[in-house]
């Protein structure tokens, strides 16, 4: 079974990075309208959400994993930090 990182692994790391950039101001137009907003999320937001977040994370991976952009002072350090703390220290180490 091909999983992300196997499709990710064959694209450039511009279309990585702009692949990255769509998901997470997907995920940031969604917290800033619920944010904003008096009504909870349902359960088909929450699923889209959490699918989402798991995208962006293996893309994160992918993009600032082995190999390839440093997290460190990138633009996804911030969000990475907030929604990924779990990756940050591994993502950080290999450079």
């Known amino acids: 079974m091909t ?14 990075r702009q692949i990255t950039e ?3 101001k997907q995920v940031e137009d969604n917290e800033s309208f619920y944010s904003n907003k008096r009504e909870k999320q349902d ?6 959400i959490n699918k ?5 994370k293996q893309t994160i991976q992918v993009y600032c994993g082995e190999g390839g952009i440093p997290l460190k ?3 996804f350090e911030k969000f990475t930090i907030k929604h990924f ?11």
């Open 85 to 95: 703390p779990e990756i940050v220290d591994s993502l950080r180490k290999n450079y």
């Open 73 to 75: 002072d990138s633009k």
């Open 22 to 24: 769509d998901l997470v």
């Open 52 to 56: 989402l977040l798991e995208l962006t």
């Open 3 to 16: 999983t992300i990182k196997d499709l990710l692994s064959n694209v450039y790391y511009g279309t990585i």
């Open 43 to 48: 359960q088909s937001d929450i699923k889209r």
